[in-house]
């Protein structure tokens, strides 16, 4: 059974860091595309960041420069390092993984709030 | 970035209504488009891939069309459970990005 389960969501003060992390069972990561995806409180969805099964990655142009996607093989897990975040970045993420581009699973989503 | 509109932001029907939500794209995305599901409180669920391709398990009273830069997703049948916000969804190139949004409120 495929499963995402997202960990590291917290409360942090403007300009801080904080790493969030995706542990995937049932399917294999490197094999696969995995991204995060972000809603913020009342809107609609934002997809923040991909990496390939090559280990290419991109980035929304909101977070370029201060995201890092990330992933280590051995232990199966995704990871989102998140710099300087800024009030704006308060949102939900999840982890998703897509499959020809559409998105068959979803993590349960985790809440990161940046305020002063 | 492909910038994907959809419209209307709100629809309100009655049960039994066909219903039509539309998703343009700002570049042709051949039939690279999925439309997702979100009820509150939950992650969004893939309804249609490939434009027209309908997921496992989703009633066949919603189905996905076009190509290029316009598309529909159409409920033929409104049923009370279909009450949530749709998405879609581009995957063309080596990024992705969201269309914003369509609330589905029940008469």
């Known amino acids: 059974e495929v499963q995402l389960v997202e960990s590291g969501g917290d409360l942090v003060q403007p300009g801080e860091s904080l790493r969030l992390s995706c542990a995937a069972s049932g399917f294999t990561v490197s094999n696969n595309y995995m991204s995060w995806v972000r809603q913020a409180p009342g809107e609609g969805l934002e997809w923040v960041s991909i990496?390939?099964?090559?280990?290419?990655?991109y980035y929304a142009d909101s977070v370029k420069g201060r995201f890092t996607i990330s992933r280590d093989n051995s232990k199966n897990t995704v990871f989102l390092q998140m710099n300087g975040l800024r009030v704006d970045d308060t949102a939900v993420y999840f982890c998703?993984?897509?499959?020809?581009?559409?998105?068959?699973?979803w993590g349960q989503g985790m809440l990161v709030t940046v305020s002063s | 970035d492909i910038q994907m509109t959809q419209s209307p932001s709100t629809l309100s029907a009655s049960v039994g209504d066909r219903v039509t939500i539309t998703c343009r794209a700002s570049?042709?995305?051949?039939?690279?488009l999925a439309w997702y599901q979100q009820k509150p409180g939950k992650a969004p669920k893939l309804l249609i891939y490939?434009?027209?391709t309908l997921e496992s398990g989703v009633p066949s009273r919603f189905s996905g069309s076009g190509s290029g830069t316009e598309f529909s997703l159409t409920i033929s049948s409104l049923q009370p459970d279909d009450l949530a916000t749709y998405y879609c969804?581009?995957?063309?190139?080596?990024?992705?990005?969201f269309g914003q949004g369509t609330k589905l409120e029940i008469k």
């Open positions: 990496i390939y099964s090559s280990g290419s990655t």
């Open positions: 490939k434009a027209s």
């Open positions: 998703v993984r897509t499959v020809n581009g559409a998105v068959d699973y």
């Open positions: 969804q581009q995957y063309h190139g080596l990024f992705y990005t």
């Open positions: 570049q042709s995305i051949s039939i690279w």
